[in-house]
T-cell receptor, first 115, second 114 residues
Framework: EAGVVQSPRYKIIEKKQPVAFWCNPISGHNTLYWYLQNLGQGPELLIRYENEEAVDDSQLPKDRFSAERLKGVDSTLKIQPAELGDSAVYLC?????????????FGAGSRLTVL | QKEVEQDPGPLSVPEGAIVSLNCTYSNSAFQYFMWYRQYSRKGPELLMYTYSSGNKEDGRFTAQVDKSSKYISLFIRDSQPSDSATYLCAMSAGSGGSNYKLTFGKGTLLTVNP
């Protein structure tokens, strides 16, 4: 099994440019999460999906961040426009379902550098 | 005060040492306690999962939860260089449903020297 797959692994952009990250969760995992991990910090939840529905997006900065999970499988996280403070690792995770919200399988992350 | 406090280290020990990693928390609603291990440039992976107070052992790893003190620990016996990683504590008030989410500590960077 491939695990949670994220791309790109690394992205360098200039401020004010857009960027998008893609995530393919483990097959059969209905719950998908996007986390933000700043250097030296633990992951912080941005958004959580149950199938296609975003059930918790309270921590997503909606002025510049957006996410979608159109068919309840893959997901895309977008930032437009990017700011210097967005430099971080964006982690995607999935879990089996609504009853398994503590048992997460993480991808390797997408490391964003904004210049 | 943050909900979860974890000393970021770094912690450096010789191979074979017993390692103790700790977190404190302030939210008395937390009932589920986890330790995730994160290797450099990788995502976190679940290492230990406990519910409420008590101990849980898995090979060289022992997780302890003391809810009365709001204190959790992870012990690593006979530490190996392959244990070198960042250890993140995480906790939540429940499992399942849209109301529960993990709160992570900052992580402790551990290096085990051969």
């Amino acid at each position: 099994e491939a695990g949670v797959v994220q791309s790109p692994r690394y992205k360098i952009i200039e401020k004010k440019q857009p960027v998008a990250f893609w995530c393919n969760p483990i097959s059969g995992h209905n719950t998908l999460y996007w986390y933000l991990q700043n250097l030296g910090q633990g992951p912080e939840l941005l958004i959580r999906y149950e199938n296609e529905e975003a059930v918790d997006d309270s921590q997503l900065p909606k002025d510049r961040f957006s996410a979608e999970r159109l068919k309840g499988v893959d997901s895309t996280l977008k930032i437009q426009p990017a700011e210097l403070g967005d430099s971080a690792v964006y982690l995607c995770a999935s879990s089996l379902g609504a009853a398994s919200t503590n048992v997460l399988t993480f991808g390797a992350g997408s490391r964003l550098t904004v210049l | 005060q943050k909900e979860v406090e974890q000393d970021p280290g770094p912690l450096s020990v010789p191979e074979g040492a017993i390692v103790s990693l700790n977190c404190t928390y302030s939210n008395s609603a937390f009932q589920y306690f986890m330790w995730y291990r994160q290797y450099s440039r990788k995502g976190p992976e679940l290492l230990m999962y406990t519910y409420s107070s008590g101990n849980k052992e898995d090979g060289r790893f022992t997780a302890q939860v003391d809810k009365s003190s709001k204190y959790i620990s992870l012990f690593i016996r006979d530490s190996q260089p392959s244990d070198s990683a960042t250890y993140l504590c995480a906790m939540s008030a429940g499992s399942g449903g849209s109301n529960y989410k993990l709160t992570f500590g900052k992580g402790t960077l551990l290096t085990v020297n051969p």
